[in-house]
């Protein structure tokens, strides 16, 4: 079967390896659609810390189910539409004992500390397998991304009365949005690519922010009363948005960060303490959000064709990626089709 590898950064290959055989509690799926996720360019440019090669990139599934083991429940069967939770735990540490599973300290995620989805087919327990025959096959491959910020809203305690600013309009970011919204409360988003501000806005966003606009400060508190955000979501990963997080946000405030910075970020410490803040970790998403994430497309149509750039096949891999290097900007989400 094809499958992409990553054999070190900078280079892609189409490799050829055996389809894998499901162990008893295992199903094998075979994959329709991948998308690539930041972590997985991060890991073709070499920037990932938690990527060893050659690795197989992509957790971002949807699937049809191709065989089941005997230890399988009756509920799954052959060719029914399947999206997956691509996070392991391992039952055993701090997180899993709290039932936090999303945040395992030894979580292995498909694509990144273990070979991921970029195959024909793969296996996987039964019990991370969402089967889900209400929204299309390349929605399906939407669905982890936007978990991630539906978890950032929950983790941000986001009520209905708060102001929520989202940095950055990205899947994950657009996730974040898409929750607040569903709460009732208001979202103010902040990008610095006016393409992606104006596709929130379809969304329902009323209040739209480029960073680099002039006078950005001074419009954010005029949005806010002169106090700020209540709840800042930070989705970009930079030291200067972990930064303005925590500059704008109200005092009391709540800030969550998902993004990963490559690089230590050294923060006001006085500030959080004066504003007493809550500083959250997003990390992951868990099983809940996955099946809010499928009722929200199950019960609105999913623009995919706004959000998606590029349908691929596996041999267009390497082309897109360069591309997507060479100019981030433009692209929203590449998707590869097997």
């Not at 999303?102 to 070979?115: E, M, P, S």
């Amino acid at each position: 079967m094809k499958a992409l590898q990553i054999t070190h950064p900078g280079h892609i290959e189409l490799i050829d390896q055996p389809v894998p055989l499901p162990k008893q509690d295992e199903i094998l799926l075979r994959i329709r659609y991948v998308g690539f996720c930041g972590s997985d360019r991060s890991t073709y440019l070499g920037k990932n810390p938690m990527v060893s090669y050659p690795r197989i990139p992509g957790h971002e599934v949807s699937a049809i189910i191709e065989k089941t083991g005997i230890r399988v429940p009756g509920t799954f069967s052959k060719g029914q539409l399947a999206t997956v939770i691509p996070y392991s735990h391992c039952g055993l540490c701090a997180s899993c004992f709290r039932h936090r599973y999303n945040a395992c300290q030894n979580n292995q995620t498909l694509g990144v500390q273990r070979d991921g989805a970029m195959t024909e087919y793969i296996t996987m327990p039964y019990e991370k397998v969402l089967v889900e025959e209400g929204i299309t096959e390349l929605d399906l491959a939407l669905v982890e991304p936007l978990t991630v910020g539906f978890h950032a809203v929950a983790r941000g305690r986001v009520k209905k009365e708060d102001t929520v600013m989202v940095i950055g309009c990205g899947m994950i970011g657009l996730g974040a949005i898409i929750d607040t919204l569903q709460r009732g409360a208001r979202v103010i988003a902040v990008d610095i690519d006016d393409t992606k501000l104006n596709l929130v806005r379809s969304f329902g966003v009323d209040t739209t922010l480029n960073v680099n606009s002039p006078g950005f400060h001074q419009v954010l508190l005029d949005n806010t009363n002169g106090r700020g955000p209540d709840v800042v979501i930070e989705a970009v990963g930079h030291p200067g948005t972990y930064k303005m997080a925590i500059d704008v946000v109200a005092f009391t405030g709540h800030v969550v960060c998902i993004g990963y910075a490559k690089e230590d970020t050294p923060l006001a410490t006085k500030q959080w303490v004066q504003k007493e803040l809550d500083i959250l970790g997003s990390r992951n998403a868990e099983p809940g959000d996955f099946e809010s994430v499928i009722r929200y497309m199950k019960n609105h149509r999913f623009p995919s064709d706004q959000i998606i750039s590029q349908i691929i096949p596996p041999e267009k891999a390497r082309e897109s990626l360069e591309e997507w290097t060479a100019t981030p900007g433009p692209v929203r989400k590449i998707v590869v089709q097997f």
